[in-house]
């Protein structure tokens, strides 16, 4: 009833007017440091030994699943603290767990721990019968480090089982488990990278593929795949000590990442997909007979429904200064904490199969054979592409991507730049060829400008293979928030021609393209909408008369593209857990077959990820791709990716079917600003069984 009242006064704070109420009321959720009580506490450790706690959930009885945590050895606990079984594993100082480890024949819960004396690393199981630990295998790994952390990785790509073992002076080594001849359990070394500073930490997201690392001076992200090189992202709020972290897994790869900062004794919550967001902070206080929580060395949490204490879920943290006893671990409901911060106590989810439903997509993955130059600033700056074909000879084509921290680049198919255009930050761009501009058809380009909040108007020379600037006058849009997404369109009738822009509200607007007799295009506004919520990546089917639309945290939507086209729409795929996106939703392109058929092709940016549908019917979902790393041409993969363009036209030699083009958000090997990674048509299409059409040069 709380959380329903909670939610009913934000909808009338923000329906009534109350912007500034709305906003200060959000704040404070944000900026408030909460008070939260735990329920329960377990039995002192049996030495001061207590670290990482693992939370492992039963079978078939969940009221029997347990806490297993670092003491003397391996300890385990039940839900109301007790200590049900101790493994003598030495002096254990990390440790974490997996379900569906193939063990024998059978899928099983794997555990993972650490030993800081012999710097060895016991694997065990447990049985669901007892609760009781015992060792599959106990590994003398060649590390060449002092293992401080430790957590495991599950693929949702490979389905292949990994640990991630960090020393405190920064170093990553990444081990991949396998079967040796004679069926037992053995690790091999497969990536090191060091991060530059004190490592406290670790956690990995088996969904999103990610690997968070805990340091005295913040979180940083990577990618947790082998090939994903080091490219890396500093969360927002956390420059100060991290201890350590957890991940709140919930339906539709939604959740949270959570973080203990040593230096307030509070914990940060960030959102696990929209750009780890941060959502706010909590203090564990005393209350009850039970002592705050202090200087956390582990923390784990679940969504679960355990029991009647636990029942939207439970978070478990370490407290090395428990009252008057050893180290301890406090146990926290977290309707709780989710009551408190407005987050989501979503109990739907089976924890034992994280990962599992990703793993049995079948995505597929291809690779990129060129990549472009990076662009010209660090940070969040290429994002958009069009590609443009030459009149005469297709592989002198270019590719024209937006830089959004200054303005438009064109690179040839090499991924050279061609030209750079300072024309301001332009954030997404499209083009459409045969607009009649005086006495002669030319290459209209289009480009959404956050300086001046615009539509930029372009041509391109086909001697020079350049932009030339052919706007009749700045041509302000209507939008309050700053132009964000742009796409084109072209009436296959009246062949007239329209700009669709939007914003971050989710308001769009379509403008009509109009020669203003002085050898100059202009536009004059004939719609607008409001999808709902932010949108960006928006793609327009000319032969249907279709527009796409991808509302980043919802998913794809469909409209009539005409100025007459009102505000009916259809959902083409979703962002929930029957859906196959994972937000955000952001590139969108359409691979035209010809006879009306082809593909509408979206960038799933949460999971690094392109999903195809069909152009036709109701958009049937056809598969998932990635863009792996191509070792032989030292071209890394593709990750977090925006803007993305398609095209069936041969281009040379290298691209005799097309290409399909999209945005890098996290380019390595070497690690360097953004750029565009090119892939070969025919690598996607022999992968889902798809058409290889190639079409005529788009200007005859």
Known sequence: MWRIFIFWWVIALAGCGGDEEFAAFVDNVTDKNHAIVSSVETAPTLNQGAANPVIWIHPNDIAQSAIIGTGNGLEVYDLQGNIVDIEPAGNVNALDLRYQFPLNGEASTLIAASNQSDNTLGLYT?????RQLSPIALLTLNQDIKVESLCLYHSPISGQYYAMMLDSEGIVQQWAFFRTSDGSVDARRIRQFNVGSKIKGCVADDEYAHLYIALDTGILKYGAEPEDGTAQMRLENSNTQIACLTLYYAEGQTGYLIAFNQDNNDFLVYQRGNDNQFL??????????????????????????????????????????????????????????????????????????????????????????????????????????????????????????????????????????????????????????????????????AASNRTDNSIGLYQVNPLTRELENVAARTIKVGLQNEVYGLCLYQNPLTHQYYVFVNNKNGDVEQWALFDNGKGQVDARQVREFNVGSQTEGCVADDQHGQLYIGEEDVGIWQYNAEPEGGTTRRSVDTTGKDGHLTADVEGLTIYNAGDGNGYLIASSQGNDSFTIYKRTGNNDYIGTFKIKVNDALKIDKVSDSDGIDVINVPLGEAFPYGVFIAQDGWNNNPVAPQNFKLVPWEQIADSFGLDKQVAENPWF
């Open 126 to 130: 447990i049985h669901p019968d007892t």
């Open 280 to 445: 706010g902070r909590f203090r564990i206080t005393a209350a009850n007979g039970i002592d705050s929580v202090e200087n956390a060395q582990g923390i784990a949490v679940t969504n679960a429904a355990l029991n009647n204490t636990f029942k939207k879920g439970l978070l478990v943290a370490q407290d090395a200064n428990n009252t008057d006893a050893n180290s301890n671990f406090k146990l926290v409901a977290w309707d709780r904490v989710a009551d408190s911060l407005l987050l989501v106590a979503d109990t739907t989810l089976n924890p034992r199969q994280i990962g599992q439903a990703n793993k049995n997509n079948s995505v597929k993955s291809v690779q990129a054979t060129v990549e472009t130059e990076p662009v010209q600033a660090w940070g969040d700056a290429a994002d958009d592409i069009a590609i443009w074909v030459h009149p005469l000879d297709s592989s002198l084509s270019t590719v024209i991507g937006t830089q959004k921290q200054g303005g438009l680049n064109v690179y040839d198919l090499t991924g050279k730049q061609l030209q750079y255009l300072p024309d301001g930050r332009i954030n997404n761009v499209d083009l459409r060829y045969h607009f009649q501009l005086g006495d002669e058809k030319i290459t209209v380009v």
